[in-house]
């Protein structure tokens, strides 16, 4: 499987991902800085999590006008899969490969800290290793992952079966008190209509070792090579 990972000043997870696909996949990932006009041939791109552009104007809305994104946009509207984690799911909204808004998180502080996502659906080429409601646990490390959308919106993800993951307690019951940052409806990821765009902010890549406190995030990786490794 050939993975590309996109480099923005102030990315901070690209080896945590890269390390990850070279672990499930045997294959290591190219790292593309965010200056290079073309992504190279790839089964999958990620837009890995951090603070590009040290979050200057709003989070992600100048990584979403760096030159690569260009190649990026157009490989997404061309089929290529691309994942966003974190800053990567708040770049995605912002050249709207997905739609709505990273906002302010509900308390105003920064969140680190482990979370509990109940699986929406099974269906993405991400998901397909988990049962649907299963409850993984993850990572949150961010200050903007308020998922904010309009009624409209909100009513078609629904709808359409795109919510991909929400926040939960450890018995998947979706309420207030587990919703790490006031995410509308308790949204943690979201999928485009074809589920090859998949956007979230909790960090799947730091929850892939025992050693580390959860494996909840290997099954989306494993889920990927599954997809896409002839």
């Keep these: 499987m050939r993975a590309s990972v ?21 294959r290591p990932a190219t790292l593309v800085w965010h200056a290079e006009s073309v992504v190279p041939q790839s089964d999958l791109i990620v837009l890995p999590g ?12 100048m990584a ?14 061309a089929g290529v899969p691309v994942l966003g984690i974190c800053n990567g799911f708040q770049i995605l909204c912002e050249t709207g490969l997905l739609p709505g808004v990273l906002q302010r998180n509900a308390s105003l502080k920064f969140i680190c800290k482990d979370v509990w996502l109940r699986v929406e659906n099974t269906a993405t080429l991400y998901t397909s290793r988990y049962k649907k409601g299963e409850i993984a646990q993850m990572i949150c ?15 078609r993800l629904d709808g359409e079966n795109r919510v ?4 939960a307690d450890g018995q998947g019951r979706i309420t207030a008190a587990a919703n790490a940052n006031g995410a509308q409806r308790n949204i943690a990821g979201i ?6 765009i998949l956007g979230m902010m909790p960090h799947p890549e730091n929850a892939c070792e025992a050693a580390l406190g959860s494996i ?10 599954s997809a896409l490794v002839a």
Aim: net charge negative; charged share 20%; glycine share 12%.
């Design 6 to 26: 996109i480099v923005f000043p102030g990315t901070n997870r690209e080896h945590d991902v890269a390390d990850v696909l070279r672990a499930v996949s045997g």
């Design 164 to 167: 991909v993951f929400r926040y």
């Design 141 to 155: 490390a961010h200050g903007d992952g308020n998922y904010f959308a309009d009624a409209a919106t909100l009513d």
């Design 216 to 225: 909840g995030g290997l099954p989306l990786f494993e889920s990927i090579c």
């Design 191 to 196: 999928c485009d209509s074809t589920g090859r």
């Design 50 to 61: 951090g603070f590009s552009y040290g979050d200057y104007l709003r989070t992600g809305a």
């Design 64 to 77: 979403a006008h760096s030159p690569i994104m260009r190649d990026v946009i157009a490989k997404a509207r």
